[in-house]
């Protein structure tokens, strides 16, 4: 009898394993937007971001494996990257240049709270390796979780500390701006999705992000696709060669296509083994955000910078996705990526020493 009872109950079971690769995408193309809208609704920034990355992670757990293709995560990059260079106005290095106190000490206690606290996580053994470093690092979380490989870490853990910290940075800014008596910025609903533009400036745009992607990725510069990208489209912007337009549909299958690329990397393993050490690693993200946002306060002070034009500059959260939740904030996007261009600059460079640093440090004191 009980045994009888067992056998529906698993047949009512979904088991996407089991689905065709059509059907899977299928369901988590739904998903995705099932969570989208959701996310929308609440004024949360970067939905179109988080919603199909928390739907991929939970087509991973279920057992659903998929693979994004990489031509799509890279191209999705250069999408990215040329967004970030048209939001940027050409004098930003300037900007850089002629405030270069303010940025090297948001630079600086940025990057020592957050070598501090992953240092603290891999000497507590919470995590294997680099991966707790690396994962703790306050740069373009996609570069970081990329690059992360390449030095001995668990590029899937470092995305699970990487992602987390953009959720929870996506959820405190958007609390912020409404105690700021700011705002979330225009929903989906409200957009125009399909604006009457000209097609050619569209296909030039496509293309270029594209070339620039691809000799990011041909050259071997760690983010290329999307460094290269943005360093072209802001020479371009600069010199008026060609106007970037990008259309609202383009940006929202990008920043889907970036979620699908870190989500569909998980395996329910790796998902249970997240679950068992999130409560650490969250308070451990709380407890960065928490810093960033003193180093915030102290901005906000010395430099007169509004509050959430101060939060966003200092996130931990990664430069691209703080992009996306800048545009749709109406801060001041220039110094936000200012400063969040130095320091992905800096841990770039000095990244991969701080982490062999860090780490040759936790042996020691073993």
């Known amino acids: 009898m009980q045994e009888g009872r067992k056998t529906p109950d698993r047949a009512w079971r979904p088991r996407p394993g089991g689905w065709p690769p059509a059907a899977r995408w299928a369901v988590l193309v739904a998903f995705s937007a099932v969570l989208v809208v959701a996310l929308e609704s609440l004024h949360l920034p970067a939905a179109l971001l988080l919603g199909p990355m928390a739907a991929a992670i939970a087509m991973a757990a ?13 191209a999705a990059q250069g999408i990215v990257g040329l967004m970030i260079a048209d939001n940027l106005p050409a004098s ?16 600086l206690s940025t990057v020592v709270a957050a070598s501090g606290l992953g240092w603290l996580m891999s000497r507590g053994r919470m995590l294997p390796g680099t991966t707790a470093i690396w994962g703790s690092s306050p740069g373009a979380a996609a570069v970081m979780t990329l690059m992360s490989e390449s030095y001995g870490a668990d590029m899937r853990l470092v995305a699970i500390m990487q992602y987390l910290r953009v959720v929870c940075c996506a959820v405190i800014a958007t609390l912020v701006a409404r105690l700021a008596g700011g705002h979330a910025g225009a929903s989906g609903a409200q957009m125009d999705w399909l604006p009457d533009l000209p097609w050619l400036p569209v296909l030039a745009t ?33 010199t008026d060669l060609m106007p970037i337009v990008l259309p609202p549909w383009l940006l929202a299958l990008s920043y889907a296509l970036i979620g699908w690329g870190i989500g569909t990397r998980f395996t329910p393993e790796l998902v249970a083994h997240a679950g068992r050490i999130l409560p650490r690693v969250l308070a451990f993200s709380l407890a960065l955000i928490a810093l960033c946002g003193v180093f915030a306060m102290g901005l906000v002070f010395v430099a007169d910078i509004d509050p959430l034009t101060a939060y966003l500059a200092t996130s931990p959260g990664g430069a691209d996705s703080v992009a996306i939740i800048a545009a749709s904030t109406g801060v001041d996007i220039s110094f936000v990526m200012a400063m969040q261009i130095a320091r992905f600059l800096f841990v770039l460079l000095a ?5 062999r640093l860090l780490s040759r440090s936790t042996s020691a004191a073993a």
Not at 206 to 226: K, S, T, V
């Open 62 to 74: 279920a057992g659903g494996t998929l693979r994004l293709p990489p031509p799509a995560f890279v």
């Open 351 to 355: 990244g991969p020493a701080i982490a």
């Open 206 to 238: 496509f293309a270029l992000a594209q070339a620039c992607a691809w000799l990011g990725q041909r050259l071997r510069i760690p983010g290329g696709a999307l460094i290269v990208p943005l360093a072209i489209g802001l020479a371009v912007k600069t």
């Open 92 to 107: 930003i290095f300037g900007e850089i240049l002629g405030s270069w106190p303010i940025f090297l000490a948001g630079t």
